[in-house]
């Protein structure tokens, strides 16, 4: 239960096709505060293709109609693109590639903030989470490959960190938060994970009760799925 956003608050959860995003799109559900929970993804009405800003942008239009939103929840990303993951060596590296990895994990999700943050409640408490990755963190690089995917997370948390601080220009309230939901049985993951991997809807409840806690600081957190936080 999102005890921290106002009775009846309305919710967004984009990329609710995948395995965390639904798993969020049920558990708010079940949050008797809530009182809408939206969908968005390449597969609902309007379509979203992070790669077509036409398409955040017509989603942004049929959003702004139905009222005011608390709490944004972005679960897309990718590990694998067009069948291929991560670069593990620098000879591996492919300047399409990388920059599909911009383009999905960084770009698309930047200009969602765009489109979508406008239609933040204002004077209530309002929260903006995004999936990242503890590999997006510079600071904690120690291993080195999964060049895209590293830059694109930490290219995404710099985007994240500089829209919370205009963001709160005009909502004070608001949190933005980049969040590390650990590791989560998902098709993004399957090629990666053991079996100590993270249920969806464990993953997606630990993650809403950290949001709930989070302060308003004008700045975005960086956290993972037990509310520790990441250093950028």
């Not at 939206?38 to 139905?66: F, V, Y």
């Not at 765009?114 to 929260?127: C, F, M, N």
């Amino acid at each position: 239960m999102m005890s921290s956003l106002p009775e009846g608050y309305s919710a967004l959860v984009v990329g609710a096709s995948g395995a965390l995003g639904q798993a969020f799109v049920q558990q708010l559900r079940a949050d008797p505060r809530c009182g809408a929970v939206r969908e968005l993804s390449r597969g609902t009405q309007p379509s979203l293709r992070l790669e077509d800003e036409a398409s955040i942008a017509a989603c942004a239009q049929w959003l702004r109609g139905q009222g005011p939103l608390h709490l944004v929840i972005d679960a897309t990303g990718a590990l694998t693109l067009d069948g291929r993951g991560p670069e593990k060596r620098l000879d591996e590296l492919d300047a399409a590639h990388l920059a599909r990895a911009m383009a999905v994990n960084a770009i698309g999700p930047a200009l969602l903030v765009k489109h979508v943050s406008p239609l933040l409640a204002q004077g209530e408490r309002v929260i903006w989470a995004k999936l990242s990755a503890r590999v997006g963190s510079i600071s904690d690089n120690r291993k080195g490959g999964w060049y895209g995917y590293r830059a694109s997370k930490a290219a995404l948390n710099m985007l994240l960190q500089t829209a919370a601080i205009e963001l709160a220009r005009r909502r004070p309230l608001a949190v933005v938060a980049a969040l590390q939901p650990g590791t989560v049985r998902s098709a993004l993951s399957q090629p990666f994970v053991g079996s100590d991997a993270l249920a969806p809807d464990t993953a997606a409840q630990r993650l809403l009760g950290v949001l709930d806690a989070l302060p308003a600081t004008g700045n975005a957190h960086f956290v993972d799925h037990q509310g520790e936080h990441i250093a950028w």
